[in-house]
């Protein structure tokens, strides 16, 4: 009908004007639930775009010191493509949207720790709510998701997507990246998931989910969902972006047409610090191997951690690159976004 207006379709719990504002968000109403730094709260009062990061990658995949370096490294290529990182997790029992340079170097440095976690949805209420010592948390992609739609956050920039487990089938281990993904309105930049996953069911799964998928590349050729370390997955992707505008310009029909559901952009990691599939999959294999008996919200981290260890630092410095580069699209995908929603 005529009086359908596009622009004020509601995607629970945040509706559209209020996400460019920022002062209406879930987040502003409940004040004292989530702490949003000043610097991020000044990106949404003055319409700055904004690009959530996530923080399992830093808890519960880098080692330390890597992890606050890559941490500094991250915040800086966003800044310098003009838009504000919001690093999201929890430090001392309190959800942070945004941190300080010292805030991040505490949570970074609590990685190992007994009191800090790996934050999904089912972890959440318990790390701000619960009993004893204050507890500190990394958001894996699904922690961040909704924390960054909770904030009016609508672009986040991570490393590795969680997805079906080989032999989910019989275990259920279906990461709730994928579900989370299908519950509302947001857009992760990611450069695939690692053959330790079955990447054909989780492309089922987020079907189903009726999550868009696509990658980064030529639409004239066939484009692989990409594999992580390496630029080839052997499954093709459902579709082809071709440049951050268009990526922010499909998000943005997304959220006009009020689907309320998540964008996925796969970004290949750059060529240069490739490792080749054919390199890589023995020692995932073996890492899988070596953790099939940890069961989980472990597992991911378990393999993550053999992974390091079997390749001495090269998968260290092309995970460096690749989500650096997430960064560097996803915020390209925030200005676009920013652009369009004036
Ligand atoms: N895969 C990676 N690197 C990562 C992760 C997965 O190659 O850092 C992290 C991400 O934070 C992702 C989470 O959201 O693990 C998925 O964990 P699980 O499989 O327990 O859902
Ligand atoms: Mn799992």
Request: glycine fraction near 10%.
């Amino acid at each position: 009908s005529s009086s359908w207006d596009p622009e004020k379709v509601v995607c629970s719990p945040i509706n559209w004007s209020a996400m460019r504002s920022g002062s209406h968000s879930f987040a502003a109403r409940r004040p004292g639930l989530i702490t949003i730094s000043q610097e991020v709260l000044t990106a949404m009062q003055t319409r700055k775009p904004i690009l959530g990061l996530e923080t399992a990658i830093y808890t519960h995949g880098f080692p330390k010191p890597n992890n606050y370096h890559l941490a500094l490294e991250m915040e800086a290529v966003v800044r310098e493509n003009g838009v504000t990182p919001a690093t999201i997790g929890i430090l001392n029992g309190k959800i942070m949207i945004g941190m300080t340079s010292e805030q991040l170097k505490e949570l970074t440095e609590s990685a190992g720790s007994e009191n800090t976690h790996k934050i999904s949805r089912r972890d959440l209420a318990y790390h701000i709510a619960a009993s004893g010592q204050p507890l500190n948390g990394g958001t894996t992609i699904a922690g961040t998701i909704l924390l960054s739609r909770m904030a009016g956050i609508q672009i986040i920039a991570t490393g590795g997507l969680g997805g079906v487990h080989k032999g989910g089938e019989n275990s259920l281990d279906i990461s709730a990246d994928l579900t989370e993904l299908s519950r509302g309105t947001i857009a992760v930049v990611t450069s695939g998931m690692k053959s330790f996953l079955d990447t054909p069911r989780t492309l089922e799964y987020l079907e189903t989910q009726g999550v868009f998928v696509s990658t980064f590349g030529k639409k004239t050729e066939k484009v692989d969902i990409p594999g992580f370390f390496s630029r080839e997955s052997g499954y093709q992707s459902p579709y082809v972006v071709e440049s951050p505008e268009e990526a922010a310009r499909i998000f943005f029909a997304n959220h006009r047409l009020g689907l309320g559901s998540g964008n996925l952009y796969f970004n290949p990691i750059p060529e240069e610090y490739e490792i080749p599939k054919s390199e890589m999959d023995p020692i995932i294999a073996a890492a899988v191997e070596k953790s099939s008996s940890v069961t989980g919200k472990d597992n991911t981290p378990a393999v993550l951690a053999e992974i390091v260890k079997q390749t001495e630092g090269r998968s260290i410095e092309a995970n460096r690159q690749l989500v650096l580069d997430n960064a560097k699209i996803g915020a390209q995908m925030a200005v676009e976004l920013s652009r369009l929603s004036k």
